[in-house]
T-cell receptor, first 115, second 113 residues
Framework: DAGVTQSPTHLIKTRGQHVTLRCSPI?????VSWYQQVLGQGPQFIFQ???????GRGNFPDRFSARQFPNYSSELNVNALLLGDSALYLC??????????????FGNGTRLTVT | AQSVTQLGSHVSVSEGALVLLRCNYS??????LFWYVQYPNQGLQLLLK??????LVKGINGFEAEFKKSETSFHLTKPSAHMSDAAEYFC???????????FGQGTELSVKP
């Protein structure tokens, strides 16, 4: 089975622009989470969606939004990009809404560079 | 605030030597604990998880970790390092908040021949 797939793998945007990142979970997984990993730091939780509903939101501004589609794939949208949004954006999926007994499976991420 | 601390941003060992990566968490409630590994330009791969069963947890690639509630620690060990173990290692905790993981800052492991 294919793992978590993310697209695009790399992206370069200019300050003020908008970006959409995409994620397809492992087949059968209904939960998708998004994390931001700035260079040299651990991933920071942005959103979790389960069964198309938002289950959790991290400490990120309203410029960040996401949604989950009926096929459980997900999009992360970031408006009005800032230089500080440059990071590796990781998508993770799990079968259920809680990570405790069904650990997250991560994709290889989208490297976003904002110039 | 709940947090995870990984002591040592860089650890260097010789091939065949013991690997010890340290992780401490802050919580009065025992969390669920995880170790992930990240190779360059890749996502995170689960090494092992603690979910309140046995305190000594065995994972993939010969790694294991011991949960010590009295020390609020979950250190990762491997008896004999291999060159292929060179990577970034992240400790993470979950407090049953719907899939949210709190990650430490990471420890980069280097293995010298």
């Amino acid at each position: 089975d294919a793992g978590v797939t993310q697209s695009p793998t790399h992206l370069i945007k200019t300050r003020g622009q908008h970006v959409t990142l995409r994620c397809s979970p492992i087949s059968g997984h209904k939960s998708v989470s998004w994390y931001q990993q700035v260079l040299g730091q651990g991933p920071q939780f942005i959103f979790q969606y389960y069964e198309k509903e938002e289950r959790g939101r991290g400490n990120f501004p309203d410029r960040f939004s996401a949604r989950q589609f009926p096929n459980y794939s997900s999009e992360l949208n970031v408006n009005a990009l800032l230089l500080g949004d440059s990071a590796l954006y990781l998508c993770a999926s799990s079968p259920h809404g809680s990570s405790n007994n069904s650990p997250l499976h991560f994709g290889n991420g989208t490297r976003l560079t904002v110039t | 605030a709940q947090s995870v601390t990984q002591l040592g941003s860089h650890v260097s060992v010789s091939e065949g030597a013991l690997v010890l990566l340290r992780c401490n968490y802050s919580s009065s409630v025992p969390p669920y604990l995880f170790w992930y590994v990240q190779y360059p330009n890749q996502g995170l791969q689960l090494l092992l998880k603690y979910t309140s069963a046995a305190t000594l947890v065995k994972g993939i690639n010969g790694f294991e970790a011991e949960f010590k509630k009295s020390e609020t620690s979950f250190h990762l060990t491997k008896p004999s390092a291999h060159m292929s173990d060179a990577a970034e290692y992240f400790c993470a905790v979950s407090y049953n908040q719907g899939g949210k993981l709190i990650f430490g800052q990471g420890t980069e492991l280097s293995v010298k021949p």
